[in-house]
């Protein structure tokens, strides 16, 4: 068999539940920003079939789901450089997820800790969407042949399945139809902890609103909530080895260093010896210096929902012409008859 070679293409997705923290905007938004400058051409998506996994009010879910669309423009993607577009748009996605939902086997589903953690003790009561997931994840991805996914860290076993789904599929098939894709989880901040606890992970759905830093948050609220961070009484360290066992401060240098665009070396050479009485407040100006022009930007594209709207209408149409023959060739790899 001739071996196919995929060119790079790069897919990478969002949840509209609820709205976007400092970790969706480091670990991923600013990541596909950086792929966009790269001239990759690349396809960003709100997936809003995602998002219904768990309840979600339809007036929030859309809501969210522009505001989202707002939060990739305003942080520099270009509808007209990637394809930003609404997963419920492009029925391919779900289409493919049907066929990779025969591919997938329950050994490998049941071993995914998202689910498990998100389903938490009431099982039973999850829906059976939570848990197929991960398919429809690996249908995102695959239905455009993507070569690259830019994610955080949480996202490394739902790419791995993605990986062996494809595998499974094409040795099942004898094909090598579909790409062996790449998880991209790089930079300083591809687990943002909670500003609450530097155990827990930044998350969009933890109670405390102090733990996280929201995208829509004005200066004073990032301020009030960098300042109130979970510290330790000890210096900074001037070297990395030193922020072992101190999760707080690893995760705040960690926040430094990516909205810097330094390394925690670089950074850690500059503020080493410092307190956090010292240290906090340059992140503060850091961090509104870097997140204000971006939130002001959302707010500004929010007040024309049309155009939001033209954006993601435009986008689908882009993603469906890269998948729908994908989707049409998979149908008749697996033996589909049709036209
Ligand atoms: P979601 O919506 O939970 O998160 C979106 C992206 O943000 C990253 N992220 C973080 N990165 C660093 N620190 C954090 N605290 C943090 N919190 C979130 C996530 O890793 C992710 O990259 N299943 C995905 C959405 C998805 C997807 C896809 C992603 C659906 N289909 C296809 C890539 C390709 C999710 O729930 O992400």
């Known amino acids: ?167 499974k599929f094409n040795h099942d098939f004898g094909t090598d139809f579909f790409p062996i894709t790449e998880p991209v989880i790089e930079g300083a901040a591809t687990r943002v902890m909670s500003l609450r606890d530097g155990t827990k992970k930044m998350s969009k759905s933890d109670p405390s609103d102090m733990s996280r830093i929201n995208m829509t948050d004005d200066a004073d609220a990032i301020a009030q909530k960098i300042r109130k961070a979970k510290t330790d009484p000890d210096a900074l360290p001037s070297e990395a080895g030193g922020l072992e066992g101190r999760a707080e401060a690893q995760n705040l240098i960690n926040i430094y260093a990516a909205l810097a665009e330094m390394s925690v070396e670089d950074v850690l050479g500059e503020v080493g010896g410092k307190q956090f009485s010292a240290f906090k407040p340059m992140l503060v100006d850091l961090a509104v210096a870097r997140l204000s022009p971006i939130s002001a930007e959302m707010d500004r594209l929010m007040q024309d929902e049309a155009e939001i709207d033209a954006i993601l209408a435009d986008g689908s149409e882009r993603a469906r012409a890269i998948a729908a023959p994908i989707l049409k060739k998979t149908y008749e790899i697996v033996g589909m008859v049709g036209a």
């Not at 539940?17 to 960003?44: C, H, P, W």
């Not at 492009?90 to 591919?103: D, G, K, R, T, Y």
Request: aromatic content about 8%.
């Open 1 to 167: 068999m001739t071996e196919v070679v995929h060119t790079p293409r790069v897919f990478s997705g969002i949840q509209p539940s609820g709205g976007l923290t400092l970790g969706n905007y480091l670990g991923a938004i600013k990541r596909f920003v950086e792929m966009q400058a790269d001239g990759i051409e690349s396809i960003y998506c709100m997936v809003d079939l995602h998002a219904i996994t768990v309840w979600q009010d339809p007036d929030k879910l859309r809501h969210a789901t522009r505001e989202l669309c707002a939060g990739y423009i305003a942080a520099g993607l270009d509808p007209a450089k990637s394809i930003l577009f609404n997963q419920s748009q492009v029925a391919e996605h779900v289409q493919l997820s049907w066929i990779f939902n025969c591919v997938a086997r329950m050994g490998w589903m049941n071993r995914m800790t998202q689910f498990k953690d998100k389903a938490g003790k009431n099982r039973e009561n999850a829906s059976v969407g939570l848990f197929s997931y991960p398919t429809l994840m690996a249908a995102d991805i695959l239905v455009y042949h993507a070569t690259h996914v830019p994610v955080g860290e949480d996202q490394k076993q739902h790419l791995e399945l993605t990986r062996d789904i494809a595998t």
